[in-house]
């Protein structure tokens, strides 16, 4: 079940939910706005290729704005910190309003119950223009959802507490035997 604005501020208010900092008006009929933040990361460009099984080198800006290229990505992340309790899921979705713009905002879409830190987002420019994009504004929407119960397992993995643009850590996978 989709929590309306009702449960979402019963959740907060209770502390079971967090979400912070966080403005009221943000809190949508059945969603929350998340805010840009400061922290970016692009990969590094390699002479050879990139491979799910080796680290991939980032450089990081720390900025209130940037710009990315025409046909550019970019790691970004929430101002905001989330923390859901072991019952409550949530989905990350781009906000019309900004897909309209051509940037495409992902994050695999998914939260998991348990997780606790701030939002990693995958940014493309679809445009052939760069664009430009300013930390504090709205950029997606966490949509969350309550499960029937509580989770076996609760999310405790590679990503939980990070409080800046992560990248990724694929590499740390284990569904693959190293030789």
């Known amino acids: 079940m989709i929590l309306p604005d009702r449960r979402i501020k019963e ?7 967090r979400i912070e900092p966080l403005d009221p008006v943000q809190i949508g009929p059945a969603s929350v706005d998340l805010r840009l933040g400061t922290s970016f990361l692009t990969p590094r460009t390699t002479q050879g290729m990139y491979s799910m ?3 991939i080198e980032y450089e990081r800006v720390e900025d ?3 710009v990315i290229p ?4 970019v790691l970004a992340t929430t101002r905001e910190v989330i923390t ?4 409550l899921t ?20 998914w939260v998991d119950p348990g997780f606790e830190g701030a939002i990693t987002l995958e940014l493309f420019n679809a445009n052939h223009a760069p664009m430009r994009i300013e930390a ?9 959802a309550q499960s029937d119960g509580p989770v076996d397992a609760p999310y405790r993995g590679k990503y939980q507490g990070q409080r800046e643009t992560t990248g990724s850590r694929a590499y740390l996978d ?3 035997e190293r030789s």
């Not at 959740?11 to 939910?17: E, R, S, V, Y």
């Not at 859901?84 to 019952?87: E, F, I, R, S």
């Not at 504090?136 to 969350?144: E, T």
């Open 70 to 73: 025409a046909h550019g990505f």
């Open 174 to 176: 284990t569904e693959v």
């Open 84 to 87: 859901l309790p072991d019952y």
């Open 11 to 17: 959740l907060l208010k209770q502390g079971d939910l």
């Open 90 to 109: 949530a989905f990350v979705e781009g906000r019309s309003s900004i897909g309209r713009l051509g940037l495409f905002i992902q994050n695999a879409g």
């Open 136 to 144: 504090g504004r709205r950029i997606c929407q966490l949509v969350i």
């Open 53 to 55: 099984s080796a680290p």
């Open 64 to 66: 209130t704005s940037f």
